[in-house]
């Protein structure tokens, strides 16, 4: 690793952030470990399946130092270490996600009036540089700072602006009432929505698409039932991220009274 990044430093090309090998392991247990344990168990809690992979960890004769400090950053640094797996699942150039902007939000906004928009956890842009290319005055956020990196350095090449963070949700300045539209793309609020739609403008608009398995299949109903929806369905079709599979994706727009 410390032989890549003096590489990386030599040949004048920035390293790539944000990708700590001490949280190498993460990824194993994160699409590996973890899901099959959920099988197996689907009612197993987060502490079963911390005490699942310690004991298999043990077997495999792991220490009992590494396995004491892979447990503590799975209970205590959580987004840290999704913020690291983000960053490497966006650099690795073959990963499997669609990078065109996502086809809801393209035809949701598909001749609206460019406004102020937020693209809430915008990973390395799509949606935000598509809608930056129509008009929109485009913010956006997402721990995972590579991928936000990537983001300016495109928008840049398209002399495009965007005001982007890498910062998570519960971090971000959402402010009061400023934003036309609101653009969840694979994402949901993490944080009281109650905020997150404070800096929604009266009329605002909010835009999602998102996995059923992970945002609940009437979960969004609820969490936007402030506002008026417009549009919500949940239909099979090839999902955005999920390694791209056929898989049950709820899409929503809603206005905020
Ligand atoms: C499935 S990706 C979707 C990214 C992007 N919106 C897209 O459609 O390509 C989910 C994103 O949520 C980000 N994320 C995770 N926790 C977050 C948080 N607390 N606040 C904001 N973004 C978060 C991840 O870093 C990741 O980039």
Redesign the pocket.
């Known amino acids: 690793m410390r032989r890549a990044f003096l590489f990386a430093l030599l040949c004048g090309c920035a390293p790539l952030v944000g990708q700590r090998p001490e949280f190498e392991f993460y990824q194993e247990f994160q699409s590996v470990f973890s899901p099959r344990a959920r099988a197996d168990n689907p009612l197993a809690t987060n502490d079963e399946i911390l005490n699942g992979y310690a004991r298999s960890l043990r077997s495999e004769g792991v220490e009992e130092t590494e396995i004491a400090r892979r447990i503590h950053l799975l209970r205590e640094e959580r987004?840290l270490l999704?913020?690291d797996r983000?960053?490497r699942?966006?650099t690795s150039g073959n990963a499997p996600?669609?990078r065109a902007p996502?086809a809801f939000v393209m035809e949701s906004l598909r001749g609206k009036r460019p406004g102020v928009v937020l693209?809430?956890?915008?990973?390395?842009?799509?949606?935000s540089i598509y809608l930056a290319q129509l008009g929109w005055e485009v913010w956006g956020?997402?721990?995972?700072d590579a991928?936000v990196e990537l983001a300016q350095r495109r928008a840049r090449a398209l002399g495009l602006t965007l005001h982007a963070e890498a910062?998570?949700?519960?971090e971000?300045e959402f402010g009061h009432e400023r934003f036309d539209v609101i653009?969840?793309?694979?994402?949901m609020p993490?944080?009281p929505v109650e905020t997150v739609l404070g800096s929604l403008k009266p009329g605002g608009v909010v835009v999602m698409?998102a996995a059923a398995d992970y945002v609940g299949r009437n979960g969004m109903l609820q969490m936007f039932d402030a506002l008026r929806i417009l549009k919500y369905e949940i239909v099979r079709d090839t999902a955005?991220?999920y390694d791209r599979r056929q898989t049950e994706i709820v899409r929503l727009i809603a206005v905020k009274p």
Do not use: K, T
């Open positions: 987004p999704d913020a983000y960053n699942i966006y996600f669609n996502n693209d809430y956890a915008m990973g390395e842009g799509r949606n956020f997402d721990p995972a991928a910062v998570a949700d519960s971000f653009v969840f793309s694979w994402a993490l944080i698409e955005d991220w």
